[in-house]
């Protein structure tokens, strides 16, 4: 009997390899539905250079997505490129963005011609209008920031063949790609008055070289015009 009344009051568990757990107590079987595990994938992205990039959209096909602001689309883009921004102008009339707006136009975007943005709530959902998440996508932006950042976006709304140039495009040397604008894709980040402090730069250059070279072979010239210089 002792015997008898052990088996009957024993524990038997099984786990089946259909998802539920079975339980054997005192000669009665139970049953338990385990939760499921979802396996989930997550694609990686593809960090190419310019000549890499090339091959990807003329060889498989991808499309070119350029995530950068309107202002650097305008000044220079690659051609039959889609433009959807990452960031857009911050035009928002709250006391706090006016401050904000302000200062950055009198520091950045005075020395850098940077606009004053912020993120586009409805990127994915424009990217999504027009491509659907089999689409093979080159990621494209000036120096290499935004893309990625826009890749992890869509990797998360299952967009899985997503590629970016390492470095933006400011790493693109002119003829890589036929581009659309009024400079080269590598300068497009360029404004403000950086670049005019860079022109006068280059025009002083210029003459502090002429005017070296003009003392070293004409050093005789050279005297009598410094002669002809009033004195103080």
């Known amino acids: 009997m002792a015997g008898i009344a052990c088996c009957c009051f024993s524990t038997l568990s099984s786990r089946s390899n259909l998802g539920t757990s079975w339980t054997y107590r005192g000669g009665i079987v139970t049953g338990r539905r385990l939760p499921r595990r979802t396996l989930v994938i997550k694609a990686e992205v593809n960090y190419v250079n310019a000549e890499e990039a090339k091959k990807l959209i003329a060889v498989e096909g991808y499309a070119i997505l350029d995530v ?15 433009h959807i921004p990452l960031f857009i102008e911050n035009q928002d009339n709250d006391f706090g963005t006016i ?66 140039i390492t470095s933006g495009l400011q790493s693109v040397t002119p003829g890589t790609f036929n581009s659309v604008g009024s400079t080269e894709l590598q300068n497009a980040g360029k404004a403000g008055l950086v670049t005019v402090q860079g022109k006068i730069s280059a025009v002083l250059g210029t003459v502090l070289i002429c005017a070296f070279l003009f003392i070293t072979f004409f050093p005789d010239q050279a005297e009598k015009i410094l002669q002809m210089a009033p004195s103080s």
Request: net charge positive; aromatic share 12%.
């Open 68 to 82: 950068r602001d309107r202002t650097q689309f305008e000044r220079a883009h690659i051609k039959d490129c889609y």
């Open 99 to 164: 401050i904000k707006r302000t200062l950055h136009n009198n520091f950045s975007g005075l020395f850098y011609g940077l606009p004053f943005t912020k993120p586009n709530p409805d990127f994915v959902q424009s990217v999504k209008s027009q491509f659907s998440p089999e689409s093979k996508l080159l990621l494209v932006c000036q120096e290499g920031l935004r893309a990625p950042a826009a890749a992890d976006k869509l990797e998360k709304a299952g967009y899985g063949s997503i590629a970016c």
